[in-house]
């Protein structure tokens, strides 16, 4: 399946909407997953990775790429939200090969 836009969140209103109006909140070491109820009959994913927390391009696009995957598998079970992905601390080259996967894998695991 591709990831296409009706299942991102896109604009600054729909990441606006989930900041304001969050009902649950999914909390790992590194990430922190925020989501809120949408009129759509599927969820969708916004992602706010500062450069402040992942310093390099590389780096950020592979976590991008990392959390978009793992939407993807568990698309078909995941509730009706919009969904935010936030970095909450600093990582590291190492830190995204070894335990943000995993950490990405748990936290969807958990929404379900």
Same mark, same amino acid.
């Given at each position: ?56 391009? /590389?780096? *950020?696009?592979?976590? @991008?790429?990392? &959390?978009? =995957? ?7 079970? +995941? ?7 936030? /970095?909450? *601390?600093?990582?590291? @080259?190492?830190? &995204?090969? =070894? ?7 748990? +936290? ?5």
């Amino acid at each position: 399946m591709k990831f296409s836009p009706s299942v991102k969140l896109r604009c600054r209103n729909d990441f606006d909407t989930v900041f304001q109006n969050q009902t649950r909140r999914w909390i790992s070491t590194s990430l922190m997953i925020i989501g809120c109820e949408n009129i759509q009959s599927h969820p969708r994913l916004g992602m706010v990775i500062a450069k402040k927390r992942v310093k390099r391009a /590389v780096d *950020r696009n592979r976590l @991008k790429r990392m &959390l978009r =995957q793992n939407f993807q598998e568990k698309f078909t079970h +995941l509730p009706a939200y919009d969904f935010v992905v936030l /970095v909450r *601390r600093p990582l590291t @080259k190492d830190q &995204l090969s =070894q335990e943000i996967d995993t950490e990405v894998s748990s +936290l969807f695991r958990r929404i379900i």
